[in-house]
């Protein structure tokens, strides 16, 4: 790696904390005629349903915990809001990012959808957290799967 500018590549996707994925899909295609092409999935494992749609190059996913004591639904009471709940940045090289983010004191976060802290599969690639936010918004990084990889992983399931 040539230096901090080579650790992101760009915006994998944008998750959204919501009280009903349903209604909130819904204003974002009437509103602004986005997420037309939405595809609603269940993810059990991770108890959440989400719609998942392009807004431009920018993956969207509008996530709704399916319990009442769920990530997302405790991100809204926390903050009494329903909004922006993390970005995803895609990485060429996961292990030198969180290399490089620990050198300047990030530690990492739990994912609770896995239980598992640090760099770990997830159905598009290697997904670690942070635990530290920036202007309250959590961080995800992701080396995202070539294709023989995705071969390899298709078996896991959850978001």
């Given at each position: 790696m040539g230096g901090k500018e080579d650790i ?60 009442a004591d769920g990530r997302f639904s405790q ?77 390899q992983y298709k078996s896991i399931r959850g978001?």
């Amino acid at each position: 790696m040539g230096g901090k500018e080579d650790i992101l590549s760009y915006i994998k996707h944008m998750a959204f904390a919501v009280k009903s994925v349903d209604d909130t899909l819904k204003r974002y295609q009437t509103l602004l005629g986005v997420g037309l092409d939405a595809r609603v999935v269940t993810a059990e494992v991770a108890r959440i349903k989400v719609a998942i749609f392009n807004v431009g190059e920018i993956e969207y996913q509008l996530n709704e915990s399916l319990d009442a004591d769920g990530r997302f639904s405790q991100w809204i009471a926390e903050r009494g809001t329903e909004g922006l709940h993390h970005i995803c940045y895609a990485v060429p090289d996961i292990d030198a990012a969180l290399e490089s983010a620990q050198a300047e004191g990030a530690t990492l976060k739990l994912c609770s959808a896995c239980n598992v802290f640090g760099s770990h599969p997830h159905p598009e690639g290697y997904v670690a957290f942070l635990e530290q936010e920036t202007g309250g918004i959590e961080l995800e990084l992701m080396q995202v799967y070539t294709p023989e990889e995705l071969e390899q992983y298709k078996s896991i399931r959850g978001i």
